[in-house]
């Protein structure tokens, strides 16, 4: 059961990320997305530290080691929310949701590159299905969109912020080797706050606006807790027990989540396409995920927490 439990919370944790670009809509009005991201960790920081101390897994790490988490801190939330941010001032979001929707096969070319892992055929084509069933969604069925896309500077940001999440989760499956997910996931989330921290002196203005918002604050308060600190917390677990590939590859429910979640919030339309590529990137799930469900561990050997 604790390996469903692993897969319940990726899902719950795609869950709470779809739902972001809704809340963020309401956020974008500030026009300050590193102040509103600061935030957000603030928050974040304040219970993973807390969980921490609770759980007694507080520990000192060699110096060796502060160098992952500062790239951890970097990649997986100074640069993948900037560089996506940024890029959403020069591309659509639906462009750019399709585009991020790449970080799986990263996490994969990474992988075989740098580790030199290669992933089995039923793998590689699950993570390919994965990308086939998102993009399905977010064009509205019409895949032939795809062909229209540019390549300008909104599509280079985009793209550089999955590689920027697809570090993260390499990053991370090395440290979690050695320590606990709440540990990584905590030194993480303190080493990118404070690489946001100055953002704070930079836009004084927006600064102000931002926190003395009640509305705002309660906002940042959701992200912080459920989209930050249990989200980046059950993404490191999922990496320990089924790999960095079959944890990366759920990263694309979110932008079906997300659609949802604009159709139930916001009352924009879906079609059936919604339906039929979150199938397809479903059955992705079970092809990539498939030696490590518990109906096939009677038939399977134990995976190491290093496999993708």
Request: aromatic share 12%; with cysteine.
């Amino acid at each position: 059961m604790r390996i469903v439990s692993v897969h319940l919370k990726l899902l719950l944790a795609c869950l709470f990320w779809g739902m972001t670009p809704t809340i963020g809509r309401v956020l974008a009005e500030f026009k300050a997305p590193f102040v509103v991201v600061c935030g957000r960790f603030m928050v974040a920081c304040l219970f993973l530290v807390w969980f921490c101390r609770a759980a007694q897994q507080f520990k000192s790490v060699p110096r060796q080691h502060w160098w992952r988490f500062a790239g951890m801190g970097a990649s997986g939330i100074l640069l993948h929310n900037g560089l996506l941010y940024k890029g959403l001032e020069y591309t659509s979001a639906t462009t750019a949701s399709i585009v991020v929707s790449l970080i799986s096969i990263q996490v994969v070319c990474l992988d075989m590159l740098i580790y030199r892992r290669m992933p089995d055929h039923l793998t590689l084509i699950g993570v390919l299905l994965s990308f086939v069933g998102t993009a399905f969604v977010l064009t509205d069925g019409h895949l032939t969109q795809l062909f229209a896309i540019g390549i300008g500077r909104g599509e280079v940001l985009a793209f550089l912020s999955a590689l920027a999440w697809a570090v993260y989760s390499l990053l991370g499956r090395s440290l979690l080797e050695q320590y606990s997910p709440l540990l990584v996931t905590t030194y993480a989330a303190l080493a990118g706050l404070a690489m946001l921290l100055p953002f704070l002196v930079v836009e004084p203005q927006a600064t102000h606006a931002v926190f003395s918002s009640s509305h705002a604050l309660m906002l940042m308060f959701f992200l912080g807790l459920i989209g930050s600190a249990l989200g980046f917390l059950w993404y490191s677990e999922a990496m320990l027990k089924i790999g960095a590939v079959g944890t990366a590859v759920y990263i694309n429910l979110t932008p079906v989540f997300g659609v949802v979640a604009a159709s139930v919030f916001l009352g924009e339309k879906s079609s059936q396409s919604v339906l039929l590529g979150g199938l397809v990137v479903c059955a992705s799930l079970m092809l990539v995920n498939r030696p490590r469900w518990p109906w096939r561990r009677a038939a399977q050997p134990a995976v190491p927490a290093g496999r993708p």
